[in-house]
């Protein structure tokens, strides 16, 4: 029986390709009238001191196809731009927010990537969330939207404002287009091996071997492949990769093994982590939240509690308002979640 299980989970993973699937926390709404959100909204941006709490009501509780049909229903009866609208009258961390659930999931990661390389210096920790933890379906539709949005190409942006290994890393990710699911029976030894043999048997770092192989394979195939790493090594491909490599590039390869392994207790790992000190990272805990809840927040929210004891509702209402962060902030996204 163990074989005929093995031989159907073969099958399974070879004739996937499927999409990833979502657990979203905004979703679709019922009984969904655009006219009349529009409507609301534009009194609530005229209102004397605007009317915030209706913004976010509204925006946060529909779904971005949603969001795009009041917008529109905004223009026809107010001959104005609604995002315009939304910017003359919001700032600091509610607009960060709003006008953030105003993209696509994927115009919003395309956003956050040029904002990293923009002008002097490189927000490298961003990058290298952004690229390392999306999957190659994902970064397909990211490259085609930055395209769209900036009219340059995704690949000479990031290599322009990198270099060496790191930059090497990122353009392989950036051009993955593999199907999601296959997995290769024949190559997951001989794979384990080749990492093992490139990094902690011999003296020095054989980059490029790592780099072929975490970029090329599909994430089922890397899962297998990372549990038969360690018949060959001591340590496992974490533990490795912090041996082996250091900098940026070792934190991209982190990312990657950390998101092959479990993407929503990554990034559940990047909230706790953006939580703790003196002061919260607001920036990641933005990203995170208008990036993913449409996509797996409902998940990430589970891997969250697991790791804290507490929910992320509980740590956003006590930590965050502990910080004196803007209290409108901490409602949208508490709404969100």
């Not at 993913?292 to 998940?299: N, P, Q, S």
Request: aromatic letters at 10%; charged letters at 30%.
């Amino acid at each position: 029986m163990a074989l005929v299980s093995e031989f159907l989970g073969q099958l399974t993973l070879n004739f996937g390709g499927e999409s990833e699937p979502k657990f979203p926390t905004v979703v679709t709404a019922r009984d969904f009238d655009p006219a009349k959100d529009a409507a609301r909204i534009e009194t609530a941006v005229k209102t004397k001191g605007v009317d915030e709490l209706t913004i976010i009501d509204i925006l946060t509780r529909r779904s971005y196809s949603q969001r795009r049909e009041i917008a529109f229903e905004y223009e026809k009866r107010s001959k104005k731009d609604m995002i315009t609208a939304l910017k003359g009258a919001l700032s600091g961390s509610l607009e960060a927010v709003i006008l953030g659930l105003m993209k696509s999931t994927a115009q919003y990661d395309a956003s956050e990537i040029k904002g990293s390389i923009k002008g002097l210096g490189t927000d490298e920790e961003t990058l290298i969330e952004m690229v390392c933890s999306r999957s190659a379906e994902e970064l397909v539709e990211i490259k085609r939207v930055y395209k769209e949005m900036f009219k340059k190409e995704l690949e000479k942006d990031v290599a322009g404002d990198t270099s060496g290994d790191f930059r090497s890393l990122l353009l392989a990710l950036a051009k993955r287009d593999e199907p999601s699911n296959i997995v290769d029976y024949e190559k997951i030894d001989q794979d384990a091996r080749a990492l093992y043999e490139a990094g902690v048997k011999r003296k020095g770092t054989d980059v490029a071997t790592w780099i072929t192989i975490m970029s090329e394979r599909s994430v089922p195939h890397l899962q297998k492949v990372f549990d038969r790493y360690k018949s060959y090594s001591p340590y496992d491909m974490q533990e490795s990769i912090r041996k082996e490599v250091k900098g940026d590039l070792e934190k991209s390869f982190l990312t990657l093994v950390e998101c092959f392994e479990n993407k929503q207790q990554y990034f559940a790992n990047r909230l706790s982590e953006a939580m703790k000190g003196k002061s919260a990272k607001e920036k990641v805990v933005t990203r995170i939240v208008v990036s993913r809840c449409e996509v797996d927040l409902m998940k990430i929210r589970t891997e969250f509690k697991k790791l804290n004891q507490k929910s992320f509702y509980y740590i956003i209402i006590i930590i965050l308002y502990s910080y004196y962060m803007y209290s409108y902030y901490i409602i949208i996204v508490y709404t969100l979640l």
